[in-house]
């Protein structure tokens, strides 16, 4: 099968689908004459024209405003930010527009949207753009929240996030989108709300989602050498979540550590480990561990934020915390 990068595998659901359906178009910064602010919309302006390919004046709150107003008027609009950290500027839109206007207006308009960029630290770029909100986002009725962590992923769940009748957010790593993996030639869709086990084992379950599911393998990978046996899953979406594949993973391992690049508090960690506890407690056997970035803001300095980011080092740490306890 052919290899291809994560932004091309992006680029390829996004034409596909321009093609496909007449409705959708992409409007953000620089996607057009730049080609994209990471060439994830490379040579589409010269295929799709600029009423399909638009470019936007840094006012992330005006033009997605425009984006959910077309979406109520039959448009599927593809909007993308430059990071989802400029996504604050435009969360009144996102959140009381987009996310409410189904159940607001009784079912007579909807958004049928996907809202994409990058997501998490990018390394030594600082505070302001180094933030992680899927857990923000999922805590919305009314939004879908997609973090795919492979190019096989990024293309059939971005296909299908474009057909979603609900507005849906989408979240890529920067760091992913020179990423090469396996991508199929042909048309395919990825279901959202469907985890995948990115690898199979059978002493400790590691949860997680995005870049950091990379983290996970090759903590996973290190653990094989110590002779213990790492699960991985990849939730893939965090909005809907797929539970029943982390309860019945942890049924088959009976521990549980769930790592996440965001902070502690009320993070999706947090809501897998209720729910494991929930409906899995009386095949646990060590109390669940979560990874997740120290409460702080980002620093600049790279060796601070390897202390704070989750890490394999404590991924590996928190599985030998669960896997040896009796």
């Not at 730049?34 to 040579?43: E, F, L, M, P, R």
């Not at 425009?66 to 990071?83: D, H, Q, W």
């Not at 970035?293 to 934020?305: E, G, K, R």
């Amino acid at each position: 099968m052919r290899e291809i990068q994560f932004r091309e595998a992006l680029r390829e659901a996004m034409s596909e689908e321009m093609r496909r359906d007449k409705s959708v178009y992409l409007m953000g910064e620089e996607v057009a004459e730049y080609n994209g602010a990471y060439k994830v919309s490379q040579g589409m302006l010269d295929e799709f024209g600029p009423e399909r390919v638009i470019d936007t004046p840094i006012a992330e709150l005006g033009f997605a405003g425009v984006g959910v107003g077309s979406a109520m008027n039959g448009l599927r609009p593809i909007i993308e930010f430059m990071t989802f950290n400029f996504s604050l500027v435009a969360i009144d839109q996102i959140i009381n527009s987009a996310a409410k206007i189904l159940s607001m207006s009784g079912g007579q308009y909807g958004a049928p949207m996907v809202f994409r960029g990058a997501t998490g630290n990018a390394g030594m770029l600082g505070a302001q753009h180094s933030q992680n909100f899927e857990s923000w986002y999922a805590n919305t009725p009314g939004l879908k929240v997609v973090v795919p962590s492979t190019p096989y992923d990024a293309k059939g769940l971005l296909k299908s996030s474009i057909r979603d009748n609900d507005p849906v957010i989408y979240m890529e790593s920067e760091l992913m989108y020179g990423q090469k993996g396996e991508v199929p030639e042909g048309e395919y869709l990825i279901p959202i709300g469907v985890a995948d086990i990115k690898k199979e084992g059978s002493d400790v379950t590691i949860v997680s989602f995005g870049k950091i599911v990379h983290v996970a393998l090759e903590a996973a990978a290190e653990l094989e050498k110590d002779g213990i046996s790492c699960e991985v899953v990849d939730l893939r979406s965090v909005k809907p979540i797929d539970y029943a594949t982390v309860v019945n993973s942890v049924k088959k391992t009976n521990r549980l550590v769930v790592v996440e690049e965001a902070w502690p508090l009320a993070a999706i960690s947090s809501e897998i480990a209720y729910h494991v506890q929930k409906n899995a407690f009386d095949y646990l056997d060590a109390p669940i561990q979560r990874v997740n970035s120290i409460d702080a803001p980002l620093p600049y300095a790279p060796t601070l934020i390897e202390a704070i980011l989750p890490n394999v080092k404590r991924t590996i740490e928190a599985v030998k915390a669960v896997a040896y306890q009796k």
